[in-house]
């Protein structure tokens, strides 16, 4: 099984590789279109929403091609892109934002419905719905312009008061995005909805500008590569989501640095559809250089470097993280089943908890990590399945007495799936709680500072295997590991381990 998925992901990426350099080739040849031609102009402060859409319609009308941002700074409102179009920025080109509300129309209700058409529809600088063979390349940017935008008093209003996206792109498919700087949204920098062969490199992407300021979200999508890109947020980094019912699916990021104040990476938290068969590898995550204070007061160092939950129904399986450097963050590795069951459209029902299970995490480094510790936790009766750690480094801050962090952990089965609702838990390295075939190999942990905390902490867990850690600050004083209802388990003790008991059970 798992040599299928390899082969599947090889040959993914040769067909999304082999589709960025072919796309070109399905566009009539010398079919380009430069929007000053059709009247706008790059001093950012004429409005070139008209000239810009003439320019496309234009291609259109002849069968497709290349419209071409020039250098300077285009002023503009919503743009509608349409098939067989390629967006091209020269060097030194800006599409800018407007900052005036009525130059970003709502866009009708899309035929696919999600969670985020709270108010009907969209409102997006760069729009498309039911598209195909559409592309932005170059190396020009765009900014949303997003602390000029006023979002509503309300922190938790998110779309409802309609700021627009930079990009919004909903049931296209065979999409390029290449080369781009974003910046500053109003609110999400990218989102890509129900969209299908969707390859995203290169791109540069810093969003500081407002509240729910993602960098990207890929949302019930499938066949997705994101690779080679720089991202920097205010809000979480890399998301992908199932806001509706299709499933994020056969998707790769790769080659990727994230920063972010809130999570990194993360899949979630709205999971209607769930995700299926996702490779995360050779990624970074650091601190951002943003020097502002966090607009959600989260931490500097940011939330999580890894956050995976299914908490609206669905089934997160077949995950793949690979080679992530972790610098930071307050808790490096989260895991989440919960039941906030929330619908993605008026009248949904969730009938169902939903399912995280087989997930293989490899070769990771955290540090400089804060006090919060990672976490794998289900619901009694739902256990997380099947996930294997392997070849883990963890090195946190550490320091916490007695008093410091919380000795019970709230199950919270209904509230909203962050690190932050459990901050510093009664474990330095790993809490694990409802959870069934966890396997730790090569774990490598320890704190700058003694911590009182024991380093693992498991709770109603069967199949618990941990073999081959190195626990740099181990003084013999507390046990490795403490737990109660953990069945059918094997544990070794600590490599260099000479006296005292690694393991303390409760009604073993």
Known sequence: MKILHISFIVFFLSQI??????SDDCLPKDSRYNITDFGAVGDGEVLNTKFIQKAIDACVSNGGGTVIIPSGIFKSGTILLKSNV?????????????TDVADFPLQPMPKYRSHKDQLGGFNALIYAEGQ??????GNGTIDGQGPLHTPMPNPYAGDVDGRPRNILLISCKNIKVDGLRMLNAAIWNQHYLD???????NTYVYSHGSRNNDGIDIDGCRR?????????????????KSTGAAACEDIVITNCVVSSFCNAIKAGTETTGGFKNVTISNCVVKPSKEKGKPIWDTPRIGVSGLSLMIVDGGILEGFTVN???IHGTESPIYIRLGNRARPHTPGAVVNNIGEVKNISISNVVAYDS?????????????PIKNVSLNNIKLFSKGGLKMGDFNRTVEEDEKGYPHAIT????????????????????????????????????????????????MWQDADGTKPLVKGKAVTNHAIAAPLGWTEGEYLEFIND
């Open 195 to 201: 969209c299908e062969d969707l390859f995203i490199t």
């Open 224 to 240: 997705v590569v994101l690779s080679n890109s720089i991202i920097d947020s205010d809000d979480d980094g890399i998301v992908l």
């Open 370 to 382: 804060g006090t919060w510790g990672s976490s794998i936790t289900g619901l009694e009766g739902y």
């Open 422 to 469: 459990y901050g510093n838990l009664p474990s330095s390295a790993f809490f694990i709680r409802h959870a069934e075939g966890i396997s730790i190999d090569n774990l490598n942990i320890g704190t700058e500072i003694p911590d009182s905390r024991f380093p693992i902490i498991v709770d109603d867990v069967q199949g618990l295997h941990i073999k081959n850690v």
């Open 323 to 325: 080679n992530l450097t």
């Open 86 to 98: 390629e967006l091209h920025f020269e060097h030194n080109s800006v599409l800018l934002s407007s």
């Open 132 to 137: 195909e063979n559409i592309a932005l390349t």
């Open 17 to 22: 590789h082999n589709y960025s350099y072919a």
